[in-house]
């Protein structure tokens, strides 16, 4: 259950947001959105870009986590729920877009060394999404903000439980 996935990783970074003045908000729609996979590993993705959200994207309009009926997506060509994390920060110019899920890359490494971290968390996502047969996608502009989608297919024939990030 998605809704679920997502009020276990708002409430444990709730106070990360606030101690960055901004806020967390939940968009669901009313029927429970259901994909099959592992919870822990969803909370983890989740976990992943809200952080990034809050630690590089915060402001006062808060950022937006969204749950998007089950529609059919033509680059998996076959039906899935979109997962949005929506901030209006200063959003990450486009050349590095396509680098976000290597191993250790950061955008601004003077920016990024003062936040703390290691350039992981999206590398963790990607892999994340693999193992799901999912798929992860970034639409920012700069000066505006970033939304981070993740298409999760509603049925899995081969879901990968088990194997380590190569
Ligand atoms: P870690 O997640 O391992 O603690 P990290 O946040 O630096 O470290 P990633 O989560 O992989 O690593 O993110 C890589 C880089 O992408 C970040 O260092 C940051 O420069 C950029 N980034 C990620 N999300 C956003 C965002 N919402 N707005 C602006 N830049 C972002
Ligand atoms: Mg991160």
Redesign the pocket.
Known sequence: DLEEVIRQSTELLEPLAKTAKTHLQVVAPEQPMVVPGDAAQLQQVLH?LI???I???ATEAGITVAIHPPAYERSLQQECIRLT?E?Q????PER?LVR??ERF????DH??RE?????????I?KHIMNRHRGRLLFD?TEGQG?T?SILLPTVIENLIRQSSIP
Do not use: C, F, P, Q
């Open positions: 992943n952080e990034n959200a630690k590089y994207g994390v901030d920060g200063s959003g990450i590095h976000l899920t890359y950061r955008v601004d920016r990024d936040m703390g971290g290691t350039g992981l968390g999206l590398a996502v920012s970033t981070v």
